[in-house]
């Protein structure tokens, strides 16, 4: 493959890696607000289950629809970990970091999608005016486990932490290739030690002898702002190598 070959490709990668980041925050972004507003998410999270579920049983087929667009938009994290990989330096860590980050997209996937097609169940039978009060109680202890399971386990633990692996070895590729400034790459592992603080909250629910620091929303804001930056800065060496390609005295 000439110079010339490469060239056009290497633009096309960076524009993809851009597209695919923007694509991401987006879809991930809408639902995310939408749920804000109308469920009090994420603070309802801490709620006692049956407000939970009487709230999932008074959302009905919007709030449904919207977890499952919430579900979705996680795996739209794929493309970014496969278009960002690309863009590495095809080592071993490169490819780790591509593992890790289709799997933190498929277990934070999967996490959520008890919302859509777990929870609602319960929470008709919750609110349902015939059941018995040992109907109701047999409800919360299952809607416990799973939401400790679905929630806690796979989607917020092991979704995050492997989410976490992703962004550190990303930000050593993106430090080492040079594909974008090396400050913006430090940015990005400056965000790991709130992921991994985060995890005290989930701890703090078994044991609540362990400190819970409540900084996970943070560091989700610090990530997608460094996302956001990633993909400003991805386009713009995009634009630059093209007008670096370009002949002297062509039309611009």
Known sequence: MTSTDVEPARRSALLSAALALLVFLLGSTLPYLWLIENFGYDDILRAPAAVILAGVARGGTPLLLAWFA???SALLF???AVALAR???SSTLSHVAL??????AIAQAVGLL???LVVPALAASFVDPQASDATRDAVLVVFDAVHRFG???LGEMVGQLLLAGWTGLMAQQLWRTRVVPRWLALV???TLPFWLLGQTELLHNVSPSVPAIEVIPLAFMAWEAWLAALAVALAVRAVREQHAARPIGSPS
Request: glycine share 16%; no cysteine.
């Open 87 to 89: 863009l590495g330096d």
């Open 99 to 104: 593992v890790l980050g289709v799997a933190s």
């Open 114 to 116: 008890r919302w859509v």
């Open 70 to 72: 919430f579900a979705m």
């Open 188 to 190: 990005g592992a400056v």
């Open 151 to 153: 929630g806690m386990v």
């Open 78 to 80: 794929i493309p970014v």
